[in-house]
């Protein structure tokens, strides 16, 4: 939900802090920059051959035979290697041709994308933190998984987690960024009128773009705010289903469960944000201290 929960406290978070966590997320430039081709997110109106700047290359393929074609990309690259590491050379030359045909057939975009992937799986640590300040300026939802790996590794943790925000704000549609550029300052307003001004807000946003998972991100933080803790569950769970790799929403549904006094779904909201992001040290004393009010309060009556 929030971008960094550092300064929560340790019961039920103030709303306060929960605001200024979420203004420390990416800059609003970084959250919905104009994009030509690509696919900035899933389906709706954030499609991959959505395209805001006119017709372009990626107009020429769906987000299905993208991501086909990452898939086939993959596959051959992995027997590329082993053929390379079985020293079956005719066999590696053939693999190596075939994939420079397949990444060729690319549109511009995810031709970038996928360089840059390549980048941050091989090489140096200077090199995968170039590639992935590159994939958070420019790459979608294809680059994710990767990623998430460099958020296991403190070398490129902090990197990653900067590139994963921008990418998680990233969409498409000129109207839906006009939308969410219009709601951020609201976000962090002190009045409950402009919380329910953001609300309507994000509410046109996920109704516009059904499948852009940070709609329903930010529109969780509104109703935490606003103390409608069930309902930005909901939304939390709908942007998890949509990017699984959203640490923020799971941080976030954790904390609207501890505010429910659910604690063991809270706990394991939590613990799912940590297999996403090791790093998250606020969330990783709330589950402490939920493990010692669990345990001073004993077993739960059956």
């Keep these: 939900m929030a971008a ?4 929560l406290t340790r019961r039920a978070p103030a709303a306060d ?4 966590a979420a203004r420390r997320g990416p800059p609003a430039a970084a959250r919905a920059p104009t994009r030509r081709g690509g696919h900035p997110c899933r389906g709706g109106a954030c499609s991959s051959t ?3 700047d006119g017709p372009g290359p990626s107009a020429l393929r769906t987000a299905e035979e993208v991501g086909q074609v990452w898939e086939q990309l993959t596959h051959m690259k992995r027997k590329l290697n082993q053929a390379i590491a079985q020293e079956n050379f005719s066999a590696a030359a053939l693999l190596r041709d075939q994939v420079k045909a397949l990444s060729d057939s ?16 091989s090489g140096s640590v ?3 933190r170039a590639a992935i300040s590159a994939l958070g300026a420019a ?33 498409g549609d000129v109207r839906v960024r006009e939308l969410m550029g219009e709601a951020e300052p609201l976000l962090h ?24 998972s940070e709609g329903f991100n930010k529109r969780a933080t509104v109703l935490y705010l606003l103390h409608r803790y069930e309902d930005a569950v909901a939304d939390c769970e709908r942007v998890l289903d949509l990017n699984p790799y959203h640490f923020g929403a799971a941080s976030g549904m ?37 493990r010692d009010e669990m345990d001073a309060a004993g077993p739960a009556p059956s």
């Excluded at 690319?106 to 799986?121: C, G, K, T």
């Excluded at 001004?197 to 852009?212: E, G, H, I, W």
């Design 4 to 7: 960094t929960l550092a300064h």
């Design 17 to 20: 802090a929960v605001r200024g």
């Design 50 to 52: 959505a395209n805001p």
């Design 106 to 121: 690319l549109p511009p975009v995810q031709q970038f994308e996928y360089a840059q992937l390549e980048r941050l799986r």
């Design 126 to 128: 200077e090199e995968r």
């Design 139 to 171: 790459g979608d939802d294809a680059c994710l998984p990767d990623l998430a790996l460099c958020l296991r590794d403190p070398s490129t943790r902090d990197a990653a987690h900067s590139a994963m925000w921008s990418v998680f704000g990233r969409c």
């Design 189 to 212: 307003a002190n009045s409950e009128p402009q919380l329910a001004r953001a609300l309507a807000l994000y509410d046109q946003v996920v109704a516009l773009a059904p499948s852009f």
């Design 254 to 290: 954790g904390l609207c469960l501890w505010s429910l006094k659910r604690t063991q779904q809270a706990l394991a909201a939590f613990e799912r944000a940590l297999e996403i992001h090791p790093g998250l040290t606020v969330i990783r004393r709330h589950t402490e201290t939920l």
